[in-house]
């Protein structure tokens, strides 16, 4: 069964049998191209995004969190959700909103050290790391959405 049911950007977090979660995708642009940052899922060890429940914080603020505490990562988060998916946890839709995450700062020692790696790719190769397209889908938006100063700096 496919759960990948796009929705408007401007929705609402209204459905009250839903989980709402945040989700950053982190890049650098460095003179050799953009790098995009993966870490690990705790449980089946996959390359995924820095990903969070909302937990009482705005979906922007949830998306910082996920990064800060799984990757060790700050910067400036865009200012809207560049996309959103939905997916299946534990029997219950889930809905995850998705910003793109320009790193500023990394930092070696983070909440989950032990229980996640952290990897930096070039943005080209990404995608080949990534098992779930939905993944592949939002870093293809974070690329689209960087203008064409930030690909050539």
Not at 60 to 65: D, I, L, N, Q, S
Not at 112 to 131: G, I, M
């Amino acid at each position: 069964m496919d759960l990948r049911i796009p929705t408007p950007d401007r929705r609402k977090l209204t459905d009250p049998f839903a989980l709402y979660q945040s989700s950053a995708v982190p890049y650098k642009i460095t003179e050799n191209g953009i790098m995009i940052c993966l870490i690990t899922s705790r449980k089946k060890q996959r390359w995924v995004f820095p990903k969070a429940s909302l937990e009482g914080l705005d979906p922007r603020g949830t998306a910082r969190r996920a990064a800060r505490e799984k990757a060790g990562l700050s910067g400036q988060l865009s200012a809207s959700p560049i996309g959103r998916y939905r997916r299946l946890k534990d029997g219950q839709i889930c809905e995850v909103s998705v910003y793109g995450l320009e790193v500023d700062q990394l930092a070696e020692e983070r909440s989950e050290t032990l229980s996640r790696h952290r990897k930096w790719v070039e943005a080209s190769k990404a995608a080949d790391f990534l098992v779930k397209p939905e993944l592949q889908d939002m870093l293809g938006r974070v690329l689209r959405s960087l203008s064409p100063d930030q690909l050539t700096a």
